[in-house]
């Protein structure tokens, strides 16, 4: 069995794996035969991509301690002023100094930042290429059997174009991002016992409510993203039967039953694309989008 084969849980002779058997056609659109480990998703990074996720993952780390000591540049400006009894000199001299620091701060976090988001945005796309590519291949060895019993070339399309996507934003920037916060949430929480231990643990009280907040959105955002892929590949479907036997549906008279499908598929997805893009961090993306 090739390494692409493994990866997407078909063997080589054209039959899904043990786990994506199901004994008859699947339904398009009805997803696969089970979750792959995160950590799957860099099985086929290389040297490149290895070294790109590196130098991301560094400057990820950097980005997100700039945030918490940026606060204790902030306190020693505050300090500036209101420390300063020397007179004016004094004060402009000290905030000089904390404004300089500022500007150090700022100019690392740029590069940061830049190393962070093009690193990561450069391997997601290198892997998720070489992922669509093996997937195109894996599917061109299958029997005939396999699209009729298993899937479609209209599924096959679909989920080349939409899943691959996905699977790139979720082995791309977003891996820098979860580094970046990770890294903001525990510096903030180093900065914050070392600065005013007790006032600290007084606000720890409010994170409970937020992590249950953020886990239900979580769970909400990710099941629009699926329903909303399997309506994607169920107009997919729809559309490649219809063009690869457009004699057939014009003989009939069939059009208007076709069409009216097509559009129950895609008000669907309109609707789980609209709900996923109004939670919180994705509503000015999709404002901007629509507005176009």
Not at 47 to 70: C, E, Q
Not at 166 to 172: E, P, R
Not at 237 to 256: D, L, M, Y
């Amino acid at each position: 069995m090739s390494e692409s084969s493994r990866a997407f849980n078909v063997d080589g002779a054209g039959q899904p794996a043990d786990g994506a058997r199901g004994g008859g056609k699947r339904r398009p659109g009805a997803g696969g035969g089970g979750s792959v480990p995160f950590h799957r998703l860099f099985a086929f990074a290389d040297g490149a991509d290895a070294a790109l996720m590196l130098v991301g993952a560094v400057g990820a780390v950097a980005n997100g301690a700039a945030l918490p000591l940026m606060t204790v540049l902030f306190g020693g400006l505050v300090d500036a002023f209101g420390g300063a009894a020397g007179g004016s000199g004094d004060v402009l001299a000290r905030v000089s100094q904390v404004s300089l620091e500022f500007v150090y701060l700022a100019i690392a976090s740029a590069v940061a930042s830049f190393a962070q988001v093009t690193c990561w945005m450069i391997t997601g796309e290198r892997q998720a290429a070489r992922i669509r590519n093996m997937y195109l291949r894996t599917i061109l060895r299958q029997e005939i059997s396999f699209f009729d019993m298993y899937t479609s070339t209209g599924e096959v399309v679909g989920r080349m174009s939409g899943d691959t996507v996905l699977i790139q934003d979720a082995m791309g920037e977003k891996v820098g991002k979860f580094i970046q916060l990770m890294v903001t949430f525990f510096g903030g929480f180093a900065v914050a016992f070392a600065q005013g231990w007790l006032l600290t643990l007084v606000m720890v009280a409010t994170i409970p409510p937020l992590v249950l907040s953020g886990a239900v959105m979580s769970n909400v955002v990710a099941r629009m993203a699926s329903l909303g892929q399997a309506a994607y590949a169920e107009a997919a479907v729809v559309v490649e039967q219809t063009v690869g036997s457009i004699r057939t549906v014009r003989f009939h008279t069939t059009i208007q039953n076709i069409a009216a499908n097509f559009a129950t598929m895609t008000r669907m997805w309109n609707t789980y694309h609209h709900r996923l893009h109004l939670s919180p961090g994705r509503r000015k993306r999709w404002r901007s989008t629509t507005s176009r």
